[in-house]
């Protein structure tokens, strides 16, 4: 490895250290993340809406009474997020007061 091939890589290790060491562990947040389309194609065919009350309660598979993203088996990050990850939409957000077709209740 030449001395100028060495110094880049030395450069480039470095920064590469310096992200770990100034965000350790650091997940995405809700916050950081786009919103999941309802033109989306899995979110359209899940009936994915943003806002649960626009959804006929008799339309749905499950027959609970209050169903959103919120209180869906499904929902990540932080209770009380306006916007939160959805296992079945890696890297959107979902809106908590959402709701598709694929809600399940907690456990
Ligand atoms: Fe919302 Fe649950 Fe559907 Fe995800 S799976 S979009 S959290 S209702």
Not at 16 to 22: L, P, Q
Not at 46 to 56: E, G, P, Q
């Amino acid at each position: 490895m030449s001395n100028i091939a060495r110094r880049k890589f030395l450069q480039i290790s470095a920064v590469a250290a310096a992200g770990v060491i100034a965000f350790p562990g650091r997940e995405a947040q809700a916050g950081d993340l786009p919103h999941v389309s309802v033109d989306d194609p899995l979110a359209a065919g899940l009936k994915y809406t943003h806002d649960a009350s626009t959804v006929d309660p008799a339309t749905r598979t499950q027959p609970a009474a209050e169903q959103n993203c919120a209180n869906c088996q499904l929902v990540q990050g932080n209770d009380g997020d306006a916007w939160r990850p959805c296992q079945l939409f890696p890297g959107k957000a979902v809106a908590a007061k959402g709701w598709c077709s694929a809600w399940v209740p907690k456990a």
